[in-house]
Structures are given as structure tokens and as C-alpha cells.
């Protein structure tokens, strides 16, 4: 289902496909919503296809249609994130905060086309609405090697292991987290899943380093880094954090990757903000 983005979600290749399974309900995101609510409550399990900032505009049906009634739902959120050009008006910065605040939703947050793959699997097997976010424009570029699987909810992976911190990241920034882990010696873990999240192996971390950074291509404000402040706080652990987003203003036109240096998310901006929480 699409609200009238089937080219800008690639839909147009699925519909050219399978033209009895795709649908186009126009620029109505309330009425998609609606719409893959009562295709989930008659059993079948839709895809909604939607850019991150037109979400906003199906928010009441997200939480009153789906989440309330726990139907399956699968969100693919497209344009997530910093989206260059096409400015402020575009850029999917908040739907991590709208949606990790409803019962039963799990959220994913894929670092490259593999992961992407195999968390829309997960998502369709999973019994509940979910939703996975990437952004606008093309991947890292690797090749898919295997046919997608599901993925453990909740399950972390750690890339690397170093000293004093540790780097957590979220989504499709994971070039710049590797440069910057390599470069400052850093543990760096990919967390896939903003909700539910890998709990142990925070606490793990805190137990081995001085210092938890998160990363995300999000609003600091309710984003994943709050989500990890949020359990660190209820589980009275002492430590400390560094979170690195979307800065409290309208990012302007611009490229995507001068809108990321702007914000401190490439990869010296991330170098600079750790380096400066390290030094005493």
C-alpha cells in the first residue's frame, strides 16, 4: 500500500509485478493506514509504504487503527532521515519518537541492504504492527549474499571491540560509526532495534566502559538515544552518555552529506564530539 508514491517507494516494480497486490490510495496517508488496518483485519499482512515526514499525517489512524488493536501492520518507512535537497519539509526525523511510545510496536533500524532485507522478513513474521526505517537514496552498496531470515527481537550485534567507550549504533550511519571506532578505538555495536532494545548488552557495556555514545540519523528529542537514557535512568545505572542526532532546529536545504557534517553525524564530527566527552 502507498499513498501516491509508488516510484519514490519503488512500489512501480512490485505493482508491474504483482498489479492485484499493490494499491495506490492517493495522497491520503490517513485512508493508507486505515486501509492496511482492515487488509491486517481480515487476515492478510500489508506492507504500508510510506516516506517518514507523510507518516506524521496517518499518526492518529497509526496509533487509534493499528497499534490499539495490535493488528500486523508492516511500516516500511522510506526517506528516513536527513533527505538533502528535498529540505526540512522532507526529512524523517521524528518517527522514531511517535512511534516507540506505542505498546507493541517494534521499531528496526538496518545499517545496509542485507539487514533491510532480513528486517522486513522479520517484520512480516512478526504478530504485531512494525515498522523499519531506512532512508532516501541508495544503501552502502553491498551485495546481497542469502535469502532474507528473521531476525531475534531485540538481538545486537558488536563489530568490534575496544576501550573506555562504547559507540551504539542506529541505522545507516555505520561508515562513519566504523571510521570513528577505528580511529579512537572504540567498541562498536550495530543495535539493529530501537524497540525492543538489547538491554543485556547495554548493561554489558556499562560494566566495560566508561562512556555509551548513540548514533542515529533522528531528533535527539525521543529518539534511540533517549531510549537508552530512559533504561539507564530505570535501572539506576550509573553511566555515562553521549547522544549524537538531529540537533533542535530546521536543517536547510542542502546535500545529504553536508546536512550530516552540519550535524556532527559524518565522520569527524563524530570523532570530535567523542574526543571532546573523553578528554578530562
Not at 89 to 112: E, K, N, Q, V, W
Not at 134 to 152: N, V
Not at 220 to 236: I, K, M, P, R
Request: proline share 5%.
Amino acid at each position: 500500500v502507498t499513498a501516491a508514491m509508488p516510484d519514490g517507494t519503488g512500489l512501480n516494480l512490485f505493482d508491474a509485478r504483482y498489479p492485484s497486490r499493490c494499491f495506490d490510495v492517493g495522497i491520503a496517508e490517513q485512508h493508507g493506514v486505515t486501509f492496511s488496518a482492515g487488509l491486517a483485519a481480515g487476515g492478510m499482512k500489508p506492507f504500508c509504504a510510506i516516506y517518514s515526514t507523510f507518516l506524521q499525517r496517518g499518526y492518529d489512524q497509526v496509533v487509534h487503527d493499528v497499534a490499539l488493536q495490535n493488528l500486523p501492520v508492516r511500516f516500511a518507512i522510506d526517506r528516513a532521515g536527513l533527505v538533502g535537497a528535498d529540505g526540512a519539509t522532507h526529512a524523517g526525523i521524528f518517527d522514531i519518537s511517535i512511534l516507540r511510545c506505542l505498546p507493541g510496536m517494534i521499531i528496526m533500524t538496518p545499517s545496509d541492504e542485507q539487514e533491510l532485507y532480513d528486517m522486513l522478513t522479520t517484520g512480516y513474521l512478526y504478530p504485531g504492527p512494525a515498522a523499519v526505517r531506512y532512508p532516501r537514496g541508495g544503501g552502502s552498496g553491498i551485495d546481497i549474499q542469502r535469502r532474507p531470515r528473521k531476525l531475534t527481537l531485540g538481538r545486537s550485534q558488536t563489530l568490534r571491540t575496544g576501550n573506555k567507550a562504547a559507540l551504539l549504533n542506529f541505522g545507516t550511519l555505520l561508515p562513519a560509526a566504523q571510521q570513528a571506532a577505528e580511529t579512537l578505538d572504540l567498541t562498536l555495536v550495530d543495535m539493529r532495534f530501537v524497540k525492543p532494545l538489547d538491554t543485556a548488552v547495554i548493561e554489558t557495556l556499562c560494566d566495560e566502559h566508561d562512556l555509551l555514545i548513540t548514533l542515529e540519523d533522528h531528533a535527539l528529542q525521543g529518539g534511540a538515544g533517549s531510549a537508552v537514557g530512559e533504561y539507564l535512568h530505570q535501572s539506576n545505572i550509573q553511566t555515562s552518555l553521549l547522544q549524537l542526532g538531529i540537533p533542535d532546529y530546521w536543517v536547510d536545504h542542502a546535500t545529504r552529506s553536508e546536512q550530516l557534517a552540519e550535524c556532527g553525524l559524518d565522520a569527524a564530527g563524530i570523532i570530535n564530539a567523542i574526543q571532546s566527552r573523553l578528554e578530562p
